[in-house]
């Protein structure tokens, strides 16, 4: 089992920056891909961004260039750095984590950005 906590979610207005945090604790020994999903009202759940142990790293067409995810394998923390933030970006984001081919989900935070 993994647990996972997420922080940083907030308000913040358009072309602003927002930095979410995940937490791993629990059997972190088996995770490999780390990431970031979110759910915008009436949307399926979407990837953001992922990146696996050994650093390679994978975006949305929707957000290169304006968002960066980072890992730190000694404290199991993944990262998602949010420039340039636009109102649809608005939405519930999840770290979501893969260990022995089973996913795990945070509970999600709110990101709002107003025009």
């Known amino acids: 089992q993994v647990q996972l906590v997420e922080s940083g979610g907030g308000l913040v207005q358009a072309g602003g920056s927002l930095r979410l945090s995940c937490a791993a604790s629990?059997?972190?020994?088996?995770?490999?891909?780390m990431g970031w999903y979110r759910q915008a009202p009436g949307k399926q759940r979407e990837m953001v961004a992922q990146i696996t142990a050994g650093g390679r790293t994978n975006y949305a067409d929707s957000v290169k260039g304006r968002f960066t995810i980072s890992r730190d394998n000694a404290k199991n923390t993944v990262d998602l750095q949010m420039n340039s933030l636009k109102p649809e970006d608005t939405a519930v984001y999840y770290c979501r984590v893969v260990a022995r081919f089973t996913p795990y989900w945070g509970q999600g935070t709110q990101v709002t950005v107003s025009s």
């Open positions: 629990g059997s972190i020994f088996s995770i490999n891909t």
